[in-house]
């Protein structure tokens, strides 16, 4: 069954501490993003990868911090320095070529303790 | 730099009434266009797209909207709502060369009425 997978469902964060979003796909996309869902502020982009190795930062990359050492897998650091974290985050996927349309995992929900 | 307003933050209608959600863009090319839904806790899932040709595009659960370019508008419809279309939907315009970012509106929330 195809598709995008997040873990943890729900994640809690104690102050200073670096915490580590899953994302995987198993579509063959070779785009994968991270998104940040604040109430009534819509979604902002973290940070994007087209290509294994090849990140860029998005709008909001400040205190985040990713790897994309396979095409499948794409996970996020939320690190101490960002002060804000508690938020819905969803990370996307989509296949290289123009035209293609972005598929979204099903969140994780980050909570500070 | 590309931009999305959705004017209404909540909209309220009756079971069996039509709908329309609004959606204006601002981008300096011919846009990429984009509706999703999203229930309480979940991702987000796609209605429907526009990339070019027929204005007027169908989506999923008997959504369309149309690309009006000189009103930079791609407004959603519905003619007759269900209790299983509330949700929250976003619009979103896509750079249309590139990396095709997309950029999200606010959202507007629907609720059903019996």
């Known amino acids: 069954d195809g598709g995008i997978t997040q873990s943890p469902k729900y994640l809690f964060r104690k102050e200073g501490q670096n915490v580590t979003l899953s994302c995987e796909q198993n579509?063959?996309?070779?785009?994968m993003y991270w998104y940040r869902q604040d109430p009534g502020q819509g979604l902002r982009l973290i940070y994007y990868s087209q290509i294994v190795n090849d990140f860029q930062k998005g709008d909001i990359a400040e205190g985040y911090s990713v790897s994309r050492e396979k095409k499948e897998s794409f996970p996020l650091t939320v690190t101490s320095a960002q002060k804000n974290p508690t938020a819905f985050y969803l990370c996307?996927?989509?296949?290289?070529?123009?035209?293609?349309?972005?598929?979204f995992g099903p969140g994780t929900r980050l909570l500070v303790l | 730099a590309q931009s999305v307003t959705q004017p209404d933050i909540h909209i309220t209608v009756s079971e069996g009434a039509s709908l329309e959600l609004r959606c204006n863009y601002s981008?300096?090319?011919?846009?990429?266009l984009f509706w999703y839904v999203q229930s309480p806790g979940q991702g987000l899932q796609l209605l429907l797209k526009y990339f070019s040709g027929d204005t007027l595009v169908q989506g999923i659960k008997g959504f369309e909207a149309e690309f009006k370019r000189s009103q930079s508008s791609f407004n959603l419809r519905k003619p007759s709502v269900h209790w299983s279309d509330a949700a929250e939907y976003f619009c979103?315009?896509?750079?249309?060369?590139?990396?095709?970012?997309?950029?999200f509106g606010t959202g507007t929330r629907l609720t059903i009425i019996p």
């Open positions: 981008y300096g090319a011919t846009p990429y």
């Open positions: 579509l063959n996309h070779d785009a």
């Open positions: 996307a996927s989509r296949s290289s070529g123009t035209q293609e349309t972005q598929y």
């Open positions: 979103a315009v896509g750079e249309s060369f590139g990396n095709e970012k997309l950029t």
